[in-house]
């Protein structure tokens, strides 16, 4: 019988339970998430000024794919962002106005919202065209009183995005 052997290289050692975004908890506070509302907040409370605000949509029943898609590659990028909490809010939040707005990122640059929508697109892009992946409802302008989508990005359809002057209104 062969003895086991250990693959070359270094030695990971992990502490505690493995941490993932779930339906129940989408930003969970273990991975830097705050409760705000019925959102859960990464980074966004520094946030000053304005910039090119991104929309990822998603249905319900594919939402937990996609934060476990989108949510790890915007910490990686440390893009500030927010997350609806739960799926049971999710569900509510798309029976509004709000359709459709599952994660909202605030760049802080040109550079960096081109930067964002490359990672994600790539990803989201690839589960849509062999994983089966499908976009949400497209989000609708609150400039426009609802009654205009936001403008839809590149060929995912999960990506939508508005420039604002002042992140704050």
């Given at each position: 019988?062969?003895?086991?052997?250990?693959?070359?290289?270094?030695?990971?050692?992990?502490?505690?339970?493995?941490?993932?975004?779930?339906?129940?908890?989408?930003?969970?506070?273990?991975?830097?998430?705050?409760?705000?509302?019925?959102?859960?907040?990464?980074?966004?409370?520094?946030?000053q000024g304005g910039g090119w605000k991104l929309h990822v949509s998603a249905r319900p029943d594919q939402?937990?794919?996609?934060?476990?898609?989108?949510l790890p590659i915007l910490r990686q990028l440390a893009v500030p962002h927010k997350v609806v909490a739960t799926l049971e809010e999710y569900e509510r939040f798309n029976r509004t106005r709000q359709a459709?707005?599952?994660?909202?990122?605030?760049?802080?640059?040109?550079?960096?919202?081109?930067?964002?929508?490359?990672?994600?697109?790539?990803?989201?892009?690839?589960?849509?065209?062999?994983?089966?992946?499908?976009?949400?409802?497209?989000?609708?302008?609150?400039?426009?009183?609802?009654?205009?989508?936001?403008?839809?990005?590149?060929?995912?359809?999960?990506?939508?995005?508005?420039?604002?002057?002042?992140?704050?209104?």
């Open positions: 019988m062969a003895t086991p052997t250990s693959p070359p290289g270094p030695t990971i050692i992990t502490t505690g339970p493995r941490v993932l975004e779930r339906n129940s908890c989408f930003g969970p506070p273990q991975l830097g998430y705050k409760s705000d509302r019925i959102f859960m907040e990464w980074n966004t409370r520094g946030v939402a937990e794919i996609v934060a476990r898609i989108a459709g707005k599952f994660i909202t990122v605030y760049t802080r640059s040109t550079d960096e919202a081109r930067k964002t929508i490359a990672a994600l697109e790539g990803e989201l892009g690839t589960y849509r065209d062999f994983g089966g992946l499908v976009p949400g409802p497209l989000p609708t302008s609150r400039d426009a009183g609802h009654k205009e989508t936001e403008i839809p990005l590149s060929g995912s359809g999960f990506i939508s995005l508005l420039f604002r002057d002042d992140y704050s209104r």
